[in-house]
Structure formats: C-alpha cells, structure tokens
C-alpha cells in the first residue's frame, strides 16, 4: 500500500470518527429539546419517546469507544491527531451523560402531568434553551475548530446557574406558601437540577474542544455558580 493510500485511509477514519461525534451530538440536542416540551405540554406519551431513544446515544457512544481503541492500536496517533481522538472520546462520554439527564427530566413529566401546575414550571423552557444553545454551539466549535467559541460557551454556564439558583428559591417559596404544590415542586427540582448538569457537561465539552485546538487546557477557573446547597429561604 502507497503512503498516499495510507494517509488517505488515516483521513477517512478521523472524518468517520467526527462523524460519530457531530451525530452523537444532534441527537443529545434532541433528546433536552425533547424531554423540556415533555414537561411543559404535560406529554407523557412523548416523554416515553425520549426515555426509550436514549438507547441510541448509548449505542453510539460503544461505538466511539470501540473506534477510539482501534485507532489508538493502528495508527499509534501522535501530536495533534492524538489530542483530537481523546478528544473525540471525551467528548462522546459527555454527550451520553447529556442523554442520560435529559431522560430524567423525561422521566419526571409522568407525575408532573398527574399533579397540579405550577407557576415556576415557566422558568423550565428557558433553562433548556440555555443549555440546548450551549449544546448547539459546542457541536460548531468542535467542527470548526473554533477554541474561542468554546470558551464562549463555558462562559455562558454562569448564566445557567443563575437561573436555577433562582429557580430554587423560587420553589422552595411557593412550597411554603401552598403544601399542596409540594409534589409538583419537588418534580420540578430534580428537573431543573438535570438542566443545570447538561450545562455542566457542555462546559466540559467546551473545555476539551479548547484543549483539542489549543493544546493547553483554559487557565481561568471554572466560575462555581451553583449555590443552592447554601440556600436558606
């Protein structure tokens, strides 16, 4: 075989490997779209849609692995090519754990439909479009290469925190105010606490794009913005 037919070949499986990754990613955007219309529209027949396509993430993710393995035994990858292909692998776990999160909050729409609604449920819609913009723009800076567009994403996980702090605070008042909302509350804890951990992992995902293009991880310190085990109403 002719070194051209060897680079060529070597081409073709980082492309098939990005492939894999940028699909991974598409359909984790999916799955937080999603499971967020699930709670809000109160659809638990849509909900069960989402729990049972996490299934494929997971699929995708062994597949990755398996790639990553035979790459790393072949082709014994080095410099750039080494750090894109970890990359790429770290990246993979991220967006199964996206996945992951985003069935919980699928899971959470079949009692938030049985019980009462809830005023806070409006801040739900605007946490997921936080974190499913983050998604997004993660997937275009890991195509582009783009290390500034990733630290812009980290940034914007300051701002997803935010809103949960506030957004548990805000439960935990009304819970107060009327026990009987005590249920629907307690729901939509968990699922605003799944929002805010994709964000997390998006963040992740950020870093290791930075990492990949750079070859330094970020300096600045990872802001610390969720302070809800400090809440006191």
Same mark, same amino acid.
């Given at each position: 075989?002719?070194?051209? *037919? ?55 993710? *062994? ?8 790459? #790393?035994? #072949? ?21 199964? /754990? ?9 899971? /959470?729409?079949?009692?938030?439909? !049985? ?6 449920? *409006? ?35 300051? !701002? ?9 605070? !805000? ?7 009327? =026990? ?6 307690? *729901? #939509? ?6 929002? !805010? ?24 310190? /990872? =802001? ?10």
């Amino acid at each position: 075989m002719t070194d051209s *037919h060897i680079v060529k070949s070597y081409d073709d499986e980082l492309n098939k490997l990005n492939s894999l990754v940028i699909e991974m990613g598409g359909l984790a955007e999916t799955q937080v779209a999603g499971s967020i219309r699930s709670i809000v529209r109160r659809d638990v027949e849509f909900a069960d849609r989402i729990i049972n396509a996490d299934a494929k993430l997971d699929e995708l993710e *062994h597949e990755v692995e398996a790639f990553v393995i035979k790459m #790393l035994a #072949l082709r014994q990858p080095m410099a750039d090519d080494l750090r894109k292909i970890i990359s790429a692998l770290k990246i993979s776990s991220d967006l199964e /754990r996206i996945g992951d999160y985003a069935k919980n909050v699928a899971k /959470r729409a079949i009692p938030v439909s !049985e019980a009462s609604q809830v005023n806070p449920v *409006h801040v739900i819609p605007r946490m997921g479009v936080m974190v499913q913009q983050m998604i997004k723009d993660t997937l275009d800076a890991y195509v582009s290469e783009d290390a500034d567009k990733a630290v812009n994403v980290r940034n914007k996980d300051e !701002e997803v925190d935010e809103i949960y702090n506030s957004l548990f605070r !805000e439960l935990l008042t009304y819970m107060m105010e009327d =026990p009987r909302s005590i249920t629907t509350c307690t *729901h #939509l804890l968990f699922v605003a606490k799944n929002i !805010e951990r994709i964000g997390d992992h998006a963040t992740n995902i950020a870093e290791t794009i930075y990492f990949m293009v750079r070859g330094k991880p970020m300096l600045e310190e /990872r =802001p610390k913005g969720d302070t809800t085990s400090f809440t006191v109403v």
